[in-house]
């Protein structure tokens, strides 16, 4: 299956690109199509709320922006794995951002199963990004969840954690 990460981490060599590229390595060597697209090193501006992809041209966005490169993975992927640091207590403004702007193109028929890595210095931080990831996308978009994957302190690039997500990303069927 084709597979698509949405990392909003800026670090490309932080904690959340190490679980992502762990996870890619086992998806690619199970026979999948993996593309990662670091989101945060992109230009995604927020949601101008204008309605022109609901009332004018339907799934057309008026922004102009890096948007224009995700959507159509978006809309051509099997799965998306959404990837982000914890910055207070929720996604980052960069993922958030991509999220948001889904709006235009709204419920991906293609997307079968969801999965969300996230990254943190401390723990019990979750709650408010795993709602959103629930209620936004596992519900709305009425999706299976493949999987939650969490790092905080010294998990953060320890190799229990590769291991983890590598043998996530190796078990994926479909
Ligand atoms: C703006 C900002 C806000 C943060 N907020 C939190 C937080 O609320 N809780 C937490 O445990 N860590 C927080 N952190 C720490 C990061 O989540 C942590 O360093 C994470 O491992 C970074 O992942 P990365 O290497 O992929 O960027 C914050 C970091 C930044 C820069």
């Not at 419920?107 to 999965?115: C, G, M, S």
């Not at 302190?153 to 996530?168: H, M, T, V």
Request: overall charge neutral.
């Amino acid at each position: 299956m084709k597979i698509l990460v949405l990392n909003g981490s800026p670090h490309l060599n932080g904690a959340t690109s190490d679980m992502v590229n762990a996870f890619a390595k086992g998806t690619r060597e199970a026979g999948h199509e993996t593309v990662c697209m670091n989101v945060a090193h992109m230009q995604v501006r927020g949601c101008m709320a204008c309605e022109y992809c609901r009332e004018k041209e339907k799934g057309v966005c008026v922004q102009k922006d890096d948007m224009q490169k995700i959507y159509p993975e978006i809309l051509s992927s099997d799965m998306i794995v959404f990837a982000s640091p914890i910055y207070y207590f929720t996604l980052s403004a960069q993922l958030q951002a991509v999220i948001h702007r889904t709006y235009a193109v709204d419920i991906p028929a293609n997307v079968k199963k969801v999965a969300l890595i996230m990254s943190s210095g401390s723990k019990f931080v979750y709650g408010a990004a795993i709602t959103e990831y629930f209620q936004s996308i596992v519900e709305y978009w009425n999706v299976e969840n493949a999987g939650i994957f969490t790092a905080n302190g010294e998990e953060n690039k320890s190799e229990k954690k590769r291991q983890e997500l590598y043998e996530f990303g190796r078990s994926l069927k479909g």
